[in-house]
């Protein structure tokens, strides 16, 4: 049985596609629902802007560019929440920092989550898809202990 949703959210018009599919299926479930977000310093603009240069990331974070970022995040989060509320959905949310396949195959096992819902983004052919192997989608549908949905 199906208690536990974790839905990823990357801001994309395909997270809130992803949203929105795992809002109908918790709502038909009467299950739980998680909005997760990873912030990863290594390919956020700052570390664009200073060429993965680790030094210079730290001193970024230090500066609280991710923290920018994850305000940003959690304005639109509350309105996520609020629609989701709004529909009767029982959710929550949360962020964290990192490496977005760890982060969120261990918040799924942590949180014993039943389901997660992913946004993907273009279907690939070809050259393209093999290089989109090492995607976070790709990653975690293949190694998470529930069932992956992935959303186009």
């Known amino acids: 049985m199906i208690q536990k949703i974790i839905v990823t959210d990357d801001g994309t018009a395909v997270s809130d596609m992803a949203i929105e599919m795992a809002s109908e299926i918790a709502k038909g479930l009467r299950a739980h629902l998680i909005l997760l977000h990873i912030i990863d310093p290594t390919e956020h603009p700052e570390s664009a802007l200073f060429e993965n240069d680790k030094e210079l990331i730290e001193k970024a974070k230090q500066m609280n560019l991710i923290e920018s970022k994850k305000d940003t995040w959690e304005e639109r989060v509350k309105r996520k929440i609020q629609e989701l509320s709004e529909k009767k959905i029982d959710s929550t ?7 977005p396949v760890e ?13 997660i819902v992913m946004g993907s983004g273009k279907r690939l052919t070809g050259v393209s898809k093999i290089k989109a192997l090492d995607s976070v989608t790709r990653k975690v549908s293949e190694m998470a202990n529930c069932p992956v949905l992935i959303v186009h």
């Open 93 to 99: 949310s949360e962020c964290r920092t990192g490496s």
């Open 103 to 115: 982060k969120i195959l261990s918040f799924v096992d942590d949180n014993k989550a039943d389901m």
